[in-house]
Structures are given as structure tokens and as C-alpha cells.
């Protein structure tokens, strides 16, 4: 995923359970560097998901990667990672 320092950064994810009494928990983080959070959820019919806007990011993200894990109620988990490319700014 590239970035840049001075601007809005978004990323989002969607996720289907198929077990009607499921939920589902996200948590965004950069690998070694920051715990995002939870991020924005977004309720699409049968699909849930979440959207981060990163507005701060750092020089030092610059080969760590960007992950989201998903967490329904029974424990069961996935997740999703991109590597991170700050890009040069003049």
C-alpha cells in the first residue's frame, strides 16, 4: 500500500460470515510500529467491514506492513496484510 506523510491514507476491508449469530471484531495495526484500532465500520446487506484513514503516517512504516484481523464471536480468525511504500514528497 503506498502512503504519503501529508495526506489522508484510507483502507478498508469487508468480511461475510455466514453463521446468522456471528459478529465480527476488527483491529487494524502496522507491524512493530502502532495499534490502529478498530477503524469505521461499514454495514453492506450481508457483509461487514472496516475503514481506516491513516492521516499521520510515518518515514519509519516504510517496509513494515498494514494488517487487519478479523475476529467473529466463536474465535475463528483471518486476516489481511499489504506492504507499506511511504512515498518520497517533495
Do not use: Y
Not at 461475510?16 to 495495526?29: G, H
Amino acid at each position: 500500500m503506498q502512503m504519503r506523510t501529508s495526506q489522508n491514507n484510507p483502507a478498508f476491508v469487508v468480511a461475510q460470515d455466514l453463521d446468522v449469530d456471528d459478529t465480527l471484531q476488527f483491529q487494524w495495526f502496522i507491524s512493530g510500529a502502532v495499534i490502529l484500532g478498530p477503524g469505521e465500520t461499514i454495514i453492506q446487506q450481508d457483509f461487514l467491514g472496516s475503514k481506516i484513514d491513516i492521516q499521520a503516517a510515518e518515514n519509519s512504516w516504510h517496509g513494515r506492513t498494514l494488517t487487519c484481523v478479523v475476529v467473529d464471536s466463536m474465535g475463528a480468525t483471518s486476516s489481511i496484510s499489504w506492504p507499506i511504500e511511504i512515498l518520497e514528497e517533495n
